[in-house]
C-alpha cells in the first residue's frame, strides 16, 4: 500500500455548512424519502469523507503526465494536499443529488475536465489549488479503478437499474471510501478540532489517506469476485468532478497477476457482496485508444477514463 502517494488532510471546517434557510433545508432534505418510496432502488446511509479541496505542495511544474505522475508518487513526497471533511449518503442523495442542486451553487467555479495529480492543465502547466465549491453540497469522496489484467485488459461492469445513480451504464468498478473502515465519524472530528489534539487529527488524516487506496481493493472485492491477494497496490492517478451536480471521484489503477479470462471466471461465480449492483461484465483494452472504445461512460467516469488514458500514455501503451 502507498499512502505517500497522498497527503490528507481531515478537519471538521472542511465538512459541509448547514443550508441556512429553513424552508429549503426542509425541501432538500425530504428528497431522502422520496427516494426510498421509488421501487427496485437500493439506498444505504452511512458516512463518507467529504472533499473540500486540493492544494500544491510543490511549486514545481512539470512538462507531461508522466513526469508528473512520477514526481506525485515519489515516496514520502506527495505533490498535493487533499483536504476532507466528513459527510453521508443521505447528505449527498439531498444536495449533490437533488434534482435542483443547482440553487445551492454558491460559487460559478465549473470543473469540465478532471483534475490531473499534481494540478496540472491539458498542457500540463501547474494549477492553482482547486476548491471544489459549494459549502451546502456533500461532495462525498467516491472511488473507481481500472483493474488492469495481465493481457492488458481492464473490466468494465454494466450497472444495474437497482442501484442509486448512474443506472444501466457502463462504469469502472468502485464505490466510496468507507471513515467506519477508519474509526472516524462526525463528533470525533468535532471533538479532535475542538479540543486542539493535532497529533490525533494527523493519525486520522494518515489513515483516511489509507482508506482512499485500499478501498479500491475492497470495492473490486465486492463488485468482481476478485481475491485482494491477486492485486497489487492501487496507484492514485487522479480526481474527476461531474459538471452536472459536482459530484467528485477518485480514480486509481490496480494491477493484477490475472487474465482477463480468469477475472471473469471470477465474476460469474456471483459470489461476492454486491452482485446485484451490475447486470454483466466486459473488458476494455488499457491503452491509448479507450476514449474511442464504443462504451458509453456516464460524465464523471468520462473524465476517469480521460486519466486512465494519460497513464496508458505515459506507459507507451498503443491502441494496435
Given at each position: 500500500r502507498k499512502a505517500h502517494q497522498l497527503s490528507v488532510k481531515l478537519s471538521s471546517r472542511f465538512c459541509a455548512e448547514?443550508?441556512?434557510?429553513?424552508?429549503?433545508?426542509?425541501?432538500?432534505?425530504?428528497?431522502?424519502?422520496?427516494?426510498?418510496?421509488?421501487?427496485?432502488?437500493?439506498?444505504?446511509?452511512?458516512?463518507?469523507?467529504?472533499?473540500?479541496?486540493?492544494?500544491?505542495?510543490?511549486?514545481?511544474?512539470?512538462?507531461?503526465?508522466?513526469?508528473?505522475?512520477?514526481?506525485?508518487?515519489?515516496?514520502?513526497?506527495?505533490?498535493?494536499?487533499?483536504?476532507?471533511?466528513?459527510?453521508?449518503?443521505?447528505?449527498f442523495i439531498?444536495?449533490?443529488?437533488?434534482?435542483?442542486?443547482?440553487?445551492?451553487?454558491?460559487?460559478?467555479?465549473?470543473?469540465?475536465?478532471?483534475?490531473?495529480?499534481?494540478?496540472?492543465?491539458?498542457?500540463?502547466?501547474?494549477?492553482?489549488?482547486?476548491?471544489?465549491?459549494g459549502k451546502y453540497f456533500a461532495h462525498p469522496v467516491g472511488v473507481s479503478a481500472a483493474l488492469v489484467t495481465n493481457d492488458r485488459m481492464a473490466p468494465l461492469i454494466l450497472r444495474s437499474g437497482s442501484v442509486a445513480e448512474i443506472k444501466n451504464c457502463w462504469a469502472w468498478p468502485g464505490g466510496h471510501a468507507e471513515p467506519s473502515h477508519i474509526g472516524i465519524d462526525k463528533s470525533i472530528l468535532r471533538q479532535l478540532d475542538e479540543s486542539?489534539?493535532?497529533?490525533?487529527?494527523?493519525?486520522?488524516?494518515?489513515?483516511?489517506?489509507?482508506?482512499?487506496l485500499d478501498s479500491n481493493l475492497d470495492e473490486i472485492t465486492d463488485e468482481l469476485g476478485v481475491p485482494r491477494e491477486r492485486m497489487g497496490s492501487p496507484e492514485f492517478v487522479g480526481i474527476s468532478v461531474r459538471i452536472e451536480n459536482r459530484r467528485p471521484t477518485f480514480f486509481s489503477v490496480v494491477h493484477t497477476t490475472l487474465s482477463s479470462e480468469e477475472v471473469l471466471r471470477y465474476y460469474n461465480r456471483g459470489d461476492f457482496a454486491e452482485k446485484y449492483e451490475s447486470k454483466k461484465l466486459a473488458f476494455i483494452p488499457?491503452?491509448?485508444?479507450?476514449?474511442?472504445?464504443?462504451?458509453?461512460?456516464?460524465?464523471?467516469?468520462?473524465?476517469?477514463?480521460?486519466?486512465?488514458?494519460?497513464?496508458?500514455?505515459?506507459?507507451?501503451?498503443?491502441?494496435?
Open positions: 448547514t443550508i441556512s434557510d429553513e424552508e429549503a433545508r426542509k425541501k432538500f432534505y425530504s428528497w431522502w424519502d422520496e427516494r426510498l418510496k421509488e421501487p427496485n432502488v437500493t439506498l444505504f446511509d452511512g458516512t463518507k469523507f467529504r472533499i473540500h479541496s486540493v492544494l500544491p505542495l510543490s511549486a514545481t511544474a512539470c512538462e507531461d503526465f508522466e513526469s508528473a505522475r512520477a514526481q506525485h508518487q515519489t515516496e514520502g513526497n506527495p505533490k498535493v494536499e487533499i483536504r476532507l471533511g466528513l459527510t453521508s449518503y443521505r447528505e439531498c444536495t449533490n443529488g437533488h434534482p435542483d442542486w443547482k440553487q445551492l451553487m454558491t460559487s460559478n467555479i465549473e470543473l469540465d475536465r478532471p483534475l490531473y495529480l499534481p494540478l496540472l492543465d491539458d498542457g500540463g502547466q501547474q494549477r492553482n489549488s482547486v476548491e471544489i465549491g486542539g489534539d493535532v497529533q490525533g487529527l494527523e493519525d486520522f488524516s494518515q489513515k483516511a489517506a489509507m482508506e482512499l488499457f491503452d491509448d485508444g479507450m476514449m474511442e472504445a464504443g462504451f458509453d461512460f456516464p460524465p464523471c467516469h468520462l473524465g476517469g477514463t480521460d486519466l486512465f488514458v494519460r497513464y496508458a500514455k505515459a506507459k507507451g501503451w498503443r491502441k494496435e
